[in-house]
């Protein structure tokens, strides 16, 4: 390790990047694809053999280490109660903590759910397209609608809830887009995890113990937890599958739109292709970039010895797009053939949700794909929200 400036150091944290991080997650990954950045005190990863590799990799921690940075003693308690309250979230926690976790709920996400969930994505698909109308048309508000009814519904949220948990939900995520912990957004988490424990008490846990609808039964195991289990559990699965679903859907209509290809023909009749737009749209552009990491011994990776109690930052992105493992990695190819992606993890904590997600993507995208047919949408742009590690969408404009 070396106190002298690398070349990169000042551009991962630069505005530019928060925008669109992938010239520069690909010039870490040529210049060493295990790159020490000072400013974060964090070796980020940047291949995709080397991060496939460390995520399936035992003696790393999931848990991230200190993100709370220097901060005014005033600011300490909201920053370290947000530093705690993520801790206790499963993809940032070991066994026997994440196990418990993941065993609660995994009956919730096998293939039998999704299937019957799937109907529901489709009528809320079916829904959101029929109501856009004419004129200018923002495709990433209807994207987060599709992604927050659903997610709200597999999780027992009353639909006339859905926009105060969604805004709950985004103050949460809002914490977990800054290098270091923010004080004002960790404020403001606090006071969302409060509201929401009591929401989680008073009107989810309720209908998970007694549901009027046979598929929240599997959700059982939440409900027999400790309350600040539960709340942990819940806004992990909230966030989790709100903001990378609208992400991933959004940047699946503004690939296919703003290019000239028809594939939009081919995929009203073939899920296969769809299929394969949603897992190209997934590598494209990971909804989280980042996988943190603790060493908990020694370990060599690459060309690197790094000692125990480093930070550790699996850059999927990054990986995602790597040419060794991708031809024209740059490019979005819906028929794209070549390895999996690393968008939803691999290992112990590979995502839990990942089967309702694409399932949820495919059935949107399906009736997109006849949306498009029909209405004939122009596009007009679309603009990113800078986030560090994240994948936002401000806006994507149609005309119809």
Same mark, same amino acid.
């Given at each position: 390790m070396?106190a002298?400036p690398?070349?990169y150091?000042?551009?991962?944290?630069?505005?530019g990047? @928060?925008?669109?991080?992938?010239?520069?997650?690909a010039?870490?990954?040529?210049?060493d694809?295990?790159?020490?950045?000072a400013?974060?005190?964090?070796?980020?990863v940047?291949? %995709?053999?080397?991060?496939?590799?460390?995520?399936?990799?035992?003696?790393?921690?999931?848990?991230?280490?200190? %993100?709370?940075?220097?901060q005014?003693?005033?600011?300490l308690?909201?920053v370290?109660?947000?530093?705690?309250?993520?801790?206790?979230?499963?993809?940032?926690?070991?066994?026997?903590?994440?196990?418990?976790?993941?065993?609660?709920?995994?009956?919730?996400?096998?293939?039998?759910?999704?299937?019957?969930?799937?109907?529901?994505?489709?009528?809320i698909?079916?829904?959101?397209?029929?109501r856009l109308?004419?004129?200018?048309?923002d495709?990433?508000?209807?994207?987060?609608?599709?992604?927050?009814?659903?997610?709200?519904?597999?999780?027992?949220?009353?639909?006339?809830?859905?926009?105060?948990?969604?805004?709950?939900?985004?103050?949460?995520?809002?914490?977990?887009s800054?290098p270091?912990l923010?004080?004002d957004?960790?404020?403001v988490?606090?006071r969302?995890?409060?509201?929401?424990?009591?929401?989680?008490?008073?009107?989810?846990?309720?209908r998970?113990?007694?549901?009027?609808?046979?598929?929240?039964?599997?959700?059982?195991?939440?409900?027999?937890?400790d309350?600040?289990?539960a709340?942990?559990?819940?806004?992990q699965?909230?966030?989790?599958?709100?903001d990378?679903?609208?992400?991933?859907?959004?940047t699946?209509?503004?690939?296919?739109?703003?290019?000239?290809?028809?594939?939009?023909?081919?995929?009203?009749?073939?899920?296969?292709l769809?299929?394969?737009?949603?897992?190209?749209?997934?590598?494209?552009?990971?909804?989280?970039?980042?996988v943190?990491?603790?060493?908990?011994?020694?370990?060599?990776?690459?060309?690197?010895?790094?000692?125990?109690?480093?930070?550790v930052?699996?850059v999927?992105?990054?990986?995602?797009?790597?040419p060794? @493992? %991708?031809?024209?990695?740059?490019?979005f190819?819906?028929s794209?053939?070549g390895p999996?992606?690393?968008?939803?993890?691999?290992?112990?904590?590979?995502?839990l949700?990942?089967?309702?997600a694409?399932?949820?993507?495919?059935?949107?995208?399906q009736?997109?794909?006849?949306w498009v047919?029909?209405?004939?949408?122009?596009?007009?742009?679309?603009?990113?929200?800078?986030?560090?590690?994240?994948s936002?969408?401000k806006?994507?404009?149609?005309?119809?």
């Amino acid at each position: 390790m070396t106190a002298i400036p690398l070349p990169y150091d000042d551009l991962l944290l630069s505005e530019g990047t @928060a925008l669109n991080p992938y010239s520069t997650f690909a010039k870490l990954r040529a210049y060493d694809p295990v790159y020490w950045h000072a400013p974060t005190t964090s070796w980020y990863v940047t291949s %995709y053999d080397l991060v496939a590799t460390m995520l399936r990799e035992r003696s790393l921690s999931a848990c991230p280490g200190d %993100y709370v940075g220097d901060q005014q003693p005033e600011d300490l308690p909201a920053v370290k109660a947000m530093e705690k309250f993520f801790n206790s979230w499963m993809v940032f926690s070991d066994p026997p903590n994440q196990t418990k976790l993941r065993e609660s709920v995994t009956s919730a996400f096998t293939r039998r759910v999704a299937d019957s969930w799937s109907g529901y994505a489709r009528e809320i698909a079916v829904k959101e397209f029929a109501r856009l109308g004419s004129g200018e048309i923002d495709l990433a508000d209807l994207s987060l609608r599709i992604a927050s009814r659903f997610t709200c519904a597999v999780l027992g949220v009353p639909e006339e809830d859905d926009e105060q948990v969604r805004l709950w939900s985004n103050e949460l995520i809002a914490c977990l887009s800054t290098p270091k912990l923010n004080a004002d957004r960790a404020r403001v988490g606090v006071r969302a995890i409060e509201q929401l424990g009591t929401y989680l008490d008073t009107r989810v846990l309720p209908r998970i113990r007694k549901p009027v609808d046979d598929r929240l039964l599997p959700l059982k195991g939440m409900a027999d937890l400790d309350h600040d289990m539960a709340l942990a559990l819940f806004t992990q699965l909230l966030t989790g599958g709100i903001d990378p679903v609208a992400s991933s859907l959004t940047t699946a209509l503004e690939r296919l739109l703003s290019s000239d290809h028809q594939d939009w023909t081919r995929m009203a009749s073939s899920p296969e292709l769809t299929d394969k737009a949603v897992e190209e749209a997934l590598r494209f552009d990971a909804p989280f970039h980042f996988v943190p990491r603790t060493t908990t011994e020694s370990i060599q990776i690459g060309d690197h010895t790094l000692s125990e109690g480093s930070r550790v930052v699996l850059v999927i992105a990054a990986a995602n797009r790597d040419p060794l @493992a %991708y031809q024209s990695p740059d490019e979005f190819i819906p028929s794209r053939e070549g390895p999996s992606h690393l968008s939803f993890g691999l290992g112990r904590h590979y995502c839990l949700g990942a089967i309702l997600a694409r399932m949820v993507l495919r059935e949107a995208l399906q009736e997109a794909s006849r949306w498009v047919q029909s209405s004939s949408p122009m596009y007009m742009s679309g603009e990113r929200m800078p986030a560090f590690g994240v994948s936002t969408w401000k806006r994507l404009s149609i005309l119809v």
